[in-house]
């Protein structure tokens, strides 16, 4: 069974830095895409990064420029590098991974636990 453990979440001025850490575990056979998301009190869930499958990056419009996704394979670890926070940052944030598992192949999705990020003006 694959889970994933979150960490580096925290409180931080604005125009602070966080890196946020997704460790995988269990019988991996690949990671095929990753996401981060993030929840603000009070609203839906939203994509703030991804690595697709063909290792595309994508960022929503309101982290370009700021935020930097990235992967150590070695490891099975995801990262999400956070620069220039901004208090509209302030959410609960989830990775989530596409991966395979060793033997069956078979495609699975888990999602982390969420860290808390807050950004105080």
């Known amino acids: 069974q694959v889970q994933l453990v979150e960490s580096g979440g925290g409180l931080v001025q604005s125009g602070g830095s966080l890196r946020l850490s997704c460790a995988a575990s269990?019988?991996?056979?690949?990671?095929?895409?990753i996401g981060w998301y993030r929840q603000p009190p009070g609203k839906q869930r939203e994509l703030v990064a991804a690595?697709?499958?063909?290792?595309?990056?994508n960022y929503a419009d309101s982290v370009k420029g700021r935020f930097t996704i990235s992967r150590d394979g070695a490891k099975n670890t995801v990262y999400l590098q956070m620069n220039s926070l901004k208090p509209e940052d302030t959410a609960v944030y989830y990775c989530?991974?596409?991966?395979?598992?060793?033997?069956?192949?078979?495609?699975?999705?888990?999602w982390g636990q969420g860290t808390q990020v807050s950004v105080s003006s």
């Open positions: 269990g019988p991996i056979f690949s990671i095929d895409a």
């Open positions: 690595i697709t499958h063909g290792g595309s990056l």
């Open positions: 989530k991974i596409d991966s395979r598992i060793s033997g069956s192949f078979r495609r699975v999705t888990n």
